[in-house]
């Protein structure tokens, strides 16, 4: 998988936490910035946006438009053409090298989305307004909660992506300067994934670098052949509510980590209903000979971790759930499973 301006000639070759913006942020957020270098940087991903909507706006409206197919789909009911397909899973994009007036620590902003043919829509896999930035440093920590590494904590995908047609990424991260003409392009980029030229290296945890005049983006992800997706949910059913928690999943043939949420040394944040606030929720699964583990890794103030592993066996529609018990609170595990259509 190579890094390309997602143009028609990339798109014929081979080429890689949601929040609503209000109007005053988002005319922030296009707001041209001062400098001819800034916006040099923004050339290519311009050229794409432009390539995009003059291709599919009239089918998929404006480009700014997040995808309205949710998760769970087929849970319930599944057509009788739902069927297991190819997924893109997304682990982690970090960021591992600073280049030119850049230097650590920086408070990262902005988007990085995908495209697929489901509806051509962003779906995103991380989205931050300039008034809540994530904080990164280089250094990294060997702490099992709040690891001070350079990873965007992910938002996203808010669904499974599916791999029939090359998909599209575009990236647009900033770091926040002192005001907003003085923010700064952390990275600017548009590319494509063609599954069917990739499918023989399926299966397994792949890497890609980004290389920009600012920095250097790791991405890495996996090519899931015959998956569908699970949506994972995690209730509190009883007992104490003010713990740190990491929650983590992955698949039998990949043991890289989706990290589904990691509350660092703060309290997990617990919905009214006993929910758990997810950063992201959504895994793809392989259907056939597939296992998915859900890992949680929970403490109290003071105290030493604890840590739970639950396998699960993919099913074709409806819900797995299982219990556990981290001794201050019981939790209840919910996986949601749905097979994917074409269209």
């Known amino acids: 998988m190579e890094a390309a301006a ?34 040099e940087l923004l050339t290519e991903l311009s050229r794409y946006r ?15 438009k997040r995808t309205e197919i949710g998760p769970m789909r087929y849970t319930e009911d599944p057509p009788r053409f739902a ?61 099992t909660f709040g690891a001070q590494d350079s990873s965007l904590v992910l938002t996203g995908p808010s669904r499974a992506i ?29 590319f494509v994934y063609n599954g069917t030229l990739q499918r023989y290296r399926c299966g397994s945890l792949r890497s890609m670098m980004l290389s920009g005049a600012r920095s250097t983006l790791e991405f890495k992800y996996a090519h ?12 509190i059913t009883g007992g104490l509510t003010d713990f740190c928690g990491k929650f983590i999943a992955h698949t039998a043939s990949i043991k890289e980590d989706v990290i589904l949420l990691d509350s660092g040394e703060e309290m997990v944040a617990i919905s009214d209903d006993g929910a758990i606030n997810f950063s992201r929720s959504v ?10 583990t859900v890992g949680i890794h929970a403490r109290q103030s003071g105290d030493e971790n604890i840590s739970c592993d639950y396998k699960f066996i993919p099913a074709r529609c409806g819900r797995s759930h299982d219990t556990l018990d981290v001794g201050f609170c019981q939790m209840s595990i919910e996986v949601a499973w749905s097979l994917m259509l074409s269209y």
């Open 224 to 235: 899931i052949p015959v998956a569908l997706e699970a949506t994972i949910k995690v209730r």
């Open 162 to 190: 599916l791999l029939m047609d090359p998909i599209e990424f575009e990236i647009e991260l900033r770091v926040k300067g002192t005001s907003p003409s003085e923010d700064k392009i952390l990275s600017a980029e548009a």
């Open 50 to 64: 432009r390539y995009w909507t003059d291709l599919w706006s009239d089918d998929s409206g404006d480009i700014d």
């Open 83 to 143: 069927m297991l397909l190819d997924l893109l899973e997304v682990f982690s994009f970090e960021v591992t090298e600073l280049k030119g007036i850049l230097r650590w620590p920086i408070d990262v902003f902005g988007l990085i989305s995908v495209r697929d043919s489901l509806d051509r829509n962003r779906n995103y896999i991380f989205e931050r307004t300039r008034n809540n930035c994530q904080t990164h440093c280089k250094e990294i920590t060997t702490e």
């Open 283 to 292: 895994v793809a699964v392989e259907g056939k000979d597939g296992v998915l």
């Open 6 to 39: 997602a143009t028609p000639a990339a798109g014929e070759a081979e080429a890689t936490g949601q929040e609503d913006l209000n109007d005053d942020e988002e005319e922030e957020f296009k707001r041209p910035r001062d400098g001819s270098e800034e916006e």
